[in-house]
């Protein structure tokens, strides 16, 4: 099942050597990338759903949000490791988006955890800060498939050359 799922035996060496669990066989790291992933992914769906249902606090929902997607991103943990991943954040195609995600949900937890009071201004800020952790997950998650910010940079460009 794990060669077919994963093609190749040089691609199972490379995760079985650099994964942050060599010694678990590749199926159960796959099936632990996928739980850990969909964890995150439910996570930040579920704090939405509380929020809009009103039984969420902004605060709560941001940071339910916010540990969503830093369990979606350590994910990769069982496939790839640590080392690879930080690798992998850091090189140069994707340091900028690495960085803004990292700030974002740092700022978004500070914020969420020590600042922020429950006033307009506040809850209106702590909005645009979700908004922007949201839009730099999704740069940092396209900068992983080929052609994938060149491709969301032409339909943004689509959209606004729109003549009405």
């Known amino acids: 099942m794990s060669s077919s799922l994963l093609g190749s035996e040089a691609v199972q060496k490379v995760i079985t050597k650099d994964s942050a669990c060599p010694s678990m066989p590749v199926k159960y790291r796959i099936i632990g990338f996928i739980v850990c992933f969909i964890v995150g992914f439910a996570l930040s769906i579920l704090s939405g759903i509380l929020f809009i249902f009103g039984s969420f606090a ?3 929902f941001a940071i339910l949000f916010t540990l969503g997607n830093i369990c979606s991103i350590l994910s990769s943990l069982f496939i790839v490791g640590p080392c690879r991943q930080i690798k992998n954040m850091f090189a140069k195609t994707r340091i900028i988006a690495t960085i803004l995600v990292l700030f974002f949900i740092v700022f978004t937890l500070v914020y969420a955890l020590v600042i922020y009071k429950d006033k307009v201004g506040h809850k209106i800020l702590l909005w645009i800060i979700i ?11 396209l900068s992983y498939i080929p052609f994938g910010r060149t491709a969301c940079k032409k339909c943004v460009a689509c959209c606004c050359n729109m003549d009405n």
């Open 58 to 60: 902004p605060y709560k």
């Open 131 to 141: 908004a922007l952790q949201f839009a730099a997950n999704i740069w940092y998650l």
